[in-house]
Nanobody, 113 residues
Framework: QVQFVESGGGLVQPGGSLRLSCTVSRTIFNIYAWGWYRQAPGKQRELVAIITNGGSTNYADSVKGRFTISRDNNKNTVYLQMNSLKFEDTAVYYC???????WGQGTQVTVSS
């Protein structure tokens, strides 16, 4: 059973911003590091950002300086703040643990003018 739900995607213009949210079951939230992944049409899923339960973060080179991953332990939620969005950021974004387990439905992010 998938124990997390992604939300916050949508249509945004280039240069715009979106914040994605991933609410995770309390049972597993503090067991793993959590990350945001994305998959564009015709491409493999890739890791965008990751955050450990200690707060350490890491980002793909393509999003450094533009995206910020964070977590709220009281709400069992992982966030991805996306700024300065580009056409190439268009993809379905997924939340998952590290190492990844079963994938959820994801949330669509479309950057278009």
């Amino acid at each position: 059973q998938v124990q997390f739900v992604e939300s916050g995607g949508g249509l945004v213009q280039p240069g715009g911003s979106l914040r994605l949210s991933c609410t995770v079951s309390r049972t597993i939230f503090n067991i793993y590091a959590w990350g945001w992944y994305r998959q564009a049409p015709g491409k493999q899923r890739e890791l965008v950002a990751i955050i450990t339960n200690g707060g350490s973060t890491n980002y793909a080179d393509s999003v450094k300086g533009r995206f910020t991953i964070s977590r709220d332990n009281n709400k069992n939620t992982v966030y991805l703040q996306m700024n300065s969005l580009k056409f190439e950021d268009t993809a379905v974004y997924y939340c998952n643990r590290d190492p990844p387990a079963t994938w959820g439905q994801g949330t669509q992010v479309t950057v278009s003018s």
